[in-house]
């Protein structure tokens, strides 16, 4: 899926020149001219990069910064034909992640842009990590959420009942004792107390298998223990 660029400058010819070289480098480009509908695009869709000329008419580049940065944290590019480092501060310390002064080649815009969508895409990337999810037949176990879904509709799971059907379900095949169950979830040796093991089992069967009497997934080996058929 290709990266959306929104250009907001008032000057149509450089905006066409920095759409067709971002293009090239297959960057999905806008073009608004003005401040305000530049905004009004910006806040309303899902862009990936902004590149905001300062000196627009309607809305100046460093007013359509500062509102952007209230509610999206993408990057901006500014841009400007003046050269005092005043400016480039005022801008910088509204939000902008970089600036430009004109006149520029747009082989470097494509590079600027280029080096900012890695970076903000590794930053997003390492924030939004996946869940980790064990899914067997029907059965959804969200370990991060800790949430499960049997074919889609959520049950409800006590701490231990979670942590022992995600311990069969991380172990398919792999016949398990009592014992070895009640030592890696309750986390002590059985001293009398291998029966709270088989309370589980029913209470999980029980929400998990359409019927407890031929159970489907968590099977009875009878004299060992139990475990997670697939």
Same mark, same amino acid.
């Given at each position: ?36 509908? /530049?905004?009004?695009?910006? +806040? ?11 000196? +627009? ?33 005022? /801008?910088?310390? !509204? ?56 074919? /889609? ?10 942590? +022992? ?15 070895? !169950? ?49």
């Amino acid at each position: 899926m290709m990266s959306r660029i929104l250009i907001i400058e008032d000057e149509e010819a450089i905006a066409d020149l920095e759409k067709d070289y971002l293009e090239l480098s297959e960057f999905e480009v806008e073009i608004e001219n003005a401040g305000d509908t /530049g905004l009004a695009r910006a +806040l309303a869709e899902d862009f990936d990069l902004v590149i905001l000329d300062l000196m +627009l008419p309607g809305i100046d580049g460093f007013e359509v910064c500062r509102r952007i940065r209230k509610t999206k944290d993408i990057p901006v590019l500014m841009v400007s034909a003046k050269k005092e480092d005043i400016d480039k501060i005022r /801008g910088l310390g !509204l939000g902008a992640d970089d600036y430009i002064t004109k006149p520029f080649s747009p082989s470097e815009l494509v590079a600027r842009v280029k080096a900012h969508m890695s970076r903000y895409n590794r930053l997003v990337g390492s924030q939004t990590q996946a869940n980790d999810v064990v899914e067997i037949r029907g059965i959804r176990i969200d370990k991060t959420a800790r949430r499960v879904m049997i074919n /889609g509709e959520e049950k409800n799971f006590t701490t231990k009942e979670f942590d +022992l059907l995600t311990f069969l379900a991380e172990h398919p095949n792999h016949v398990f004792t009592k014992e070895e !169950l009640f030592r890696e979830i309750w986390d002590m040796d059985s001293i009398g107390d291998i029966a709270t093991v088989t309370v589980h089992i029913k209470k999980i069967r029980e929400k998990i298998e359409f019927d407890t009497a031929k159970p489907q997934y968590i099977e009875t080996i009878w004299g060992v223990g139990y475990r997670f058929k697939v």
